[in-house]
């Protein structure tokens, strides 16, 4: 069964950095899938913010995330990472890793085309 789990330090001052990561299993990332980025403020919808294609490595961002957030792959052990940079309160929110099997990028970002979650991951910035 496909299964993702994220894991990373959940607490960081404003201007801080941290990294998130996933690991899937049952499955490799060698052969066609999109890795993706979701967060949940409080209170609000989930937003999509970056994913990969594990074959070929294309990365895509949602207009808001570019420039401070990362993402990346290490095929051999599995694992997608988002990093993090210049974290603003706005950014308190928890954080999910997603995957759908495919050859296509996921330009949009949405929550519908991906079929397996993880559990998601709370991030928290602090004054």
């Known amino acids: 069964e496909v299964q993702l789990v994220e894991s990373g330090v959940g607490l960081v001052q404003a201007g801080g950095s941290l990294r998130r990561s996933c690991l899937g299993s049952?499955?490799?990332?060698?052969?066609?899938?999109?890795i993706g980025w979701f967060r949940q403020p409080p209170g609000k919808g989930r937003e999509g913010r970056s994913c990969?294609?594990?074959?070929?490595?294309?990365?895509n961002y949602a207009d808001s995330a570019k420039g401070r957030f990362t993402i990346s792959i290490d095929n051999n052990k599995n694992t997608v990472f988002l990093k993090l940079d210049s974290l603003k309160p706005e950014d308190t929110a928890v954080y999910y890793c997603?995957?759908?099997?495919?050859?296509?990028?996921?330009?949009?970002?949405?929550?519908?085309?991906?079929?397996?979650w993880g559990q998601g991951t709370q991030v928290t910035v602090s004054l």
């Open positions: 049952a499955f490799t990332f060698d052969v066609a899938w999109v």
């Open positions: 997603a995957a759908t099997f495919g050859t296509q990028q996921v330009v949009g970002l949405s929550e519908v085309a991906f079929d397996y």
């Open positions: 990969i294609t594990t074959y070929v490595g294309s990365t």
